[in-house]
């Protein structure tokens, strides 16, 4: 017979023991503990409700500069105040992202006990193999020549298929995100992967979106074989395609330099081909997880905005001149002097980034001399609580204006620290440069040979899905159609090859003005007091 009164005596108890357990473990020295009603479970619960908001809601509720998640097992302490996040930038030893990539190594890419053991000697040192990866890896994705044949061979893989549309003998009729993210995904691994691309396959391009899907799961270590089965399979479906690849030699016919340095340098350290196939099937979640999404956003917000629209295109059609009957698109010039789409771009990412920079606490640490991170615990800047927050974007935080980022337009300059689609500090990512060309010459090429329109006359994504970690996603695709602005043959051509594009908070309005005084790629130097006064943050009490 059930006993309410031994049942409700038993859950008083359980949960004294867990709030003793977090007031004994937690030092008043620490950022203010939040959502602890329910101690280590209430923000498993709001994680899980809000998604990605929860960060929003928590730093709104409680208006604190940083603060702490105490979660079964683990110490999260959450920044919302972009003061405070130079300061994290400058401690890359003592706040190291190299434990978390670890983890992705372990968790995500699932390389055996012999690799990880590679990997895990001397984390935090520069010879270690982590940062030695790291150089490889942006040996070939810095502006340079490396870069140019990427992004040469992308734009190349995109013309070509935009000839084929144009060459339709009937309207083109497609849903938006889905054909946005496969013309973006094949023109970005056929650049780095070459003719034997693995991602040709329709199989391994389904394998990748199932993959993409478990990362938080997978990263957490939560019942992954029960929660991310489907994502484990399609895991072994994507090493099994790049082991096939590296047996047939698929390097050697035109592939990247990023992706034969991404080859040749683990198998040096003494990794066999397979935790090298699994360690690539990890990164192809880096080269295509915030690209795809990204387009989609920037594509849909030029083309469902009249004004948009326009004032994009009148840009564009400055970087174009035709010869013999023939156009040539300078894609240089759009990088440099049009700062309204490069600006469209990059309120796309503010808009709909979700990502999270996280640092792993390697000892004890006291951060700006007045909030203890306890060895062992996690750093986390939520990109979206930065992206909205009105010091640093304005009253007009939740809206999407295209010319936000352009100088001139009657904005203050804002802190750089307050953009975060690219990370921050000494872990910006290495392929922001690549990712940044290849949206431009999409939005660019389709602006200029097609207009796009909706099949039901309305411009709705019914809301957003969160299967990403990086890009919140539309909820219902946009079926459009594509037509054709005219039926000349296309040239993109790079008129100044090697020069890096400069994704500031203040974009130059022409090509003869300076490049602006805030430079993402310096930005781990710059801070500022103004949000913490802004906002109002409260102190942190126990």
């Given at each position: 017979?059930?006993?309410?009164?031994?049942?409700?005596?038993?859950?008083?108890?359980?949960?004294?023991?867990?709030?003793?357990?977090?007031?004994?473990?937690?030092?008043?020295?620490?950022?203010?503990?939040?959502?602890?009603?329910?101690?280590?479970?209430?923000?498993?619960?709001?994680?899980?409700?809000?998604?990605?908001?929860?960060?929003?809601?928590?730093?709104?509720?409680?208006?604190?500069?940083?603060?702490?998640?105490?979660?079964?097992?683990?110490?999260?302490?959450?920044?919302?105040?972009?003061?405070?996040?130079?300061?994290?930038?400058r401690?890359?030893?003592?706040?190291?992202?190299?434990?978390?990539?670890?983890?992705?190594?372990?968790h995500?890419m699932?390389?055996?006990?012999?690799?990880?053991h590679?990997?895990?000697?001397?984390?935090?040192?520069?010879?270690?193999?982590?940062?030695?990866?790291?150089?490889?890896?942006?040996?070939?994705?810095?502006?340079?020549?490396?870069?140019?044949?990427?992004?040469?061979?992308?734009?190349?893989?995109?013309s070509?298929?935009?000839?084929?549309?144009?060459?339709n003998?009937?309207?083109?009729?497609?849903?938006?995100?889905?054909?946005?993210?496969?013309?973006?995904?094949?023109?970005?691994?056929?650049?780095?992967?070459?003719?034997?691309?693995?991602?040709?396959?329709?199989?391994?391009?389904?394998?990748?979106?199932?993959?993409?899907?478990?990362?938080?799961?997978?990263?957490?270590?939560?019942?992954?074989?029960?929660?991310?089965?489907?994502?484990?399979?399609?895991?072994?479906?994507?090493?099994?395609?790049f082991?096939?690849?590296?047996?047939?030699?698929?390097?050697?016919?035109?592939?990247?330099?990023?992706?034969?340095?991404?080859?040749?340098?683990?198998?040096?350290?003494?990794?066999?081909?397979?935790?090298?196939?699994?360690?690539?099937?990890?990164?192809?979640i880096?080269?295509?997880?915030?690209?795809?999404?990204?387009?989609?956003?920037?594509?849909?917000?030029?083309?469902?905005?009249p004004?948009?629209?326009?004032?994009?295109?009148?840009?564009?059609?400055?970087?174009?001149?035709?010869?013999?009957?023939?156009?040539?698109?300078?894609?240089?010039y759009?990088?440099?002097?049009?700062?309204?789409?490069?600006?469209?771009?990059?309120?796309?990412?503010?808009?709909h980034?979700?990502?999270v920079?996280?640092?792993?606490?390697?000892?004890?640490?006291?951060?700006?001399?007045?909030?203890?991170?306890?060895?062992?615990s996690?750093?986390?800047?939520?990109?979206?609580?930065?992206?909205?927050?009105?010091?640093a974007?304005?009253?007009?935080v939740?809206?999407?204006?295209?010319?936000?980022?352009?100088?001139?337009?009657?904005?203050?300059?804002?802190?750089?620290?307050a953009?975060?689609a690219?990370?921050?500090?000494?872990?910006?990512?290495?392929?922001?440069?690549?990712?940044?060309?290849?949206?431009?010459?999409?939005?660019?090429?389709?602006?200029?040979?097609?207009?796009?329109?909706?099949?039901?006359?309305?411009?709705?994504?019914a809301?957003?899905?969160?299967?990403?970690?990086?890009?919140?996603l539309?909820?219902?695709?946009?079926r459009?159609?594509?037509?054709?602005r005219d039926?000349?043959?296309w040239?993109i051509i790079?008129?100044?090859?090697?020069?890096?594009?400069?994704?500031?908070?203040?974009?130059?309005?022409s090509?003869?003005?300076?490049?602006?005084?805030?430079?993402?790629?310096?930005?781990?130097?710059?801070?500022?007091?103004l949000?913490?006064?802004?906002?109002?943050?409260?102190e942190?009490?126990?």
């Open positions: 017979m059930f006993n309410f009164t031994a049942a409700v005596a038993s859950f008083a108890g359980f949960y004294l023991f867990l709030w003793a357990m977090q007031y004994v473990t937690q030092d008043a020295r620490e950022p203010h503990t939040v959502e602890d009603t329910l101690p280590f479970l209430s923000p498993v619960i709001g994680m899980m409700v809000r998604g990605s908001n929860f960060h929003r809601y928590v730093r709104n509720k409680y208006k604190l500069p940083i603060y702490t998640l105490r979660l079964p097992g683990s110490r999260l302490y959450v920044v919302n105040d972009t003061a405070l996040i130079p300061i994290i930038q401690h890359v030893q003592t706040l190291s992202i190299s434990p978390i990539m670890v983890r992705i190594f372990s995500f699932g390389v055996s006990k012999e690799a990880l590679i990997v895990g000697r001397d984390p935090l040192g520069n010879h270690g193999f982590i940062h030695q990866m790291t150089l490889e890896t942006i040996k070939g994705l810095s502006p340079g020549p490396n870069l140019d044949d990427l992004n040469t061979k992308a734009v190349l893989n995109l070509q298929s935009f000839d084929n549309l144009c060459s003998t009937t309207i083109p009729t497609v849903n938006m995100f889905e054909w946005v993210s496969k013309e973006i995904m094949l023109a970005t691994t056929n650049s780095v992967y070459g003719p034997r691309n693995p991602f040709k396959s329709s199989d391994v391009q389904a394998a990748y979106r199932d993959y993409e899907a478990g990362l938080v799961i997978m990263m957490t270590g939560f019942f992954p074989r029960l929660m991310a089965r489907k994502s484990l399979t399609a895991r072994d479906t994507l090493v099994q395609a082991e096939r690849y590296y047996a047939a030699k698929g390097l050697d016919e035109g592939s990247s330099v990023y992706a034969r340095n991404r080859y040749e340098y683990p198998l040096k350290r003494g990794m066999d081909v397979q935790d090298v196939a699994r360690m690539e099937a990890g990164g192809a880096g080269l295509l997880s915030s690209t795809m999404p990204a387009t989609f956003w920037t594509v849909y917000h030029v083309f469902s905005d004004i948009v629209l326009g004032d994009c295109r009148r840009e564009v059609e400055k970087a174009v001149h035709e010869k013999d009957g023939q156009k040539y698109l300078d894609l240089s759009v990088k440099s002097s049009c700062p309204i789409l490069i600006s469209t771009m990059q309120e796309a990412f503010r808009r980034s979700i990502g920079s996280a640092r792993a606490v390697v000892e004890d640490h006291m951060l700006d001399g007045k909030y203890l991170l306890k060895k062992g996690t750093v986390l800047i939520p990109s979206n609580v930065q992206h909205s927050l009105s010091p974007w304005g009253d007009n939740d809206e999407f204006y295209h010319k936000r980022f352009v100088r001139g337009t009657g904005f203050k300059k804002y802190n750089p620290v953009f975060r690219f990370g921050g500090g000494a872990n910006l990512c290495p392929g922001r440069h690549f990712a940044s060309t290849e949206i431009l010459a999409f939005a660019s090429v389709i602006l200029l040979r097609f207009d796009i329109k909706p099949v039901n006359g309305q411009w709705n994504t809301g957003y899905r969160e299967e990403s970690a990086a890009f919140r539309p909820s219902r695709d946009v459009v159609e594509l037509l054709p039926n000349k043959r040239h790079l008129s100044d090859p090697g020069k890096p594009m400069e994704l500031t908070n203040n974009i130059p309005t090509s003869n003005e300076g490049t602006g005084s805030h430079n993402l790629d310096r930005h781990e130097d710059t801070g500022s007091d949000h913490t006064i802004s906002l109002g943050w409260r942190n009490t126990t």
